[in-house]
């Protein structure tokens, strides 16, 4: 009985050894998991910096381009075109 016994007290060791190393490597893992969910969220926070820092989005882009007279220049425009109608209608 005490060689068999023996043989259990050993078994067991080895069976709380493989627990405690388990627990150990859950502990590495969830480490591991909680710093690759860090750098993915500041990866995702530093790509939308980079778009905000890029530029407008694409509806707002052309918004401040000049693509007219300005409305101070409209009367005078106006005028001419109104001034070169009459002169091409009344030849």
Same mark, same amino acid.
């Given at each position: 009985?005490?060689?068999?016994?023996?043989?259990?007290?050993?078994?067991?060791?080895?069976?709380?050894?493989?627990?405690?190393?388990?627990?150990?490597?859950?502990?590495?893992?969830?480490?591991?998991?909680?710093?690759?969910?860090?750098?993915?969220?500041?990866?995702?926070?530093?790509?939308? +910096?980079?778009?905000?820092?890029?530029?407008?989005?694409?509806?707002?882009?052309?918004? +401040?381009?000049?693509?007219?007279?300005?409305?101070?220049?409209?009367?005078?425009?106006?005028?001419?075109?109104?001034?070169?109608?009459?002169?091409?209608?009344?030849?």
């Amino acid at each position: 009985m005490r060689g068999i016994q023996g043989v259990v007290d050993r078994v067991q060791q080895e069976l709380n050894a493989i627990k405690a190393t388990q627990t150990k490597v859950q502990e590495q893992l969830n480490l591991v998991l909680t710093l690759q969910n860090k750098i993915h969220n500041r990866t995702s926070r530093l790509r939308g +910096f980079d778009a905000a820092q890029s530029g407008p989005p694409a509806v707002a882009r052309h918004l +401040f381009e000049r693509d007219g007279h300005a409305l101070w220049e409209a009367r005078e425009l106006r005028n001419l075109v109104d001034d070169d109608y009459y002169r091409a209608t009344n030849r």
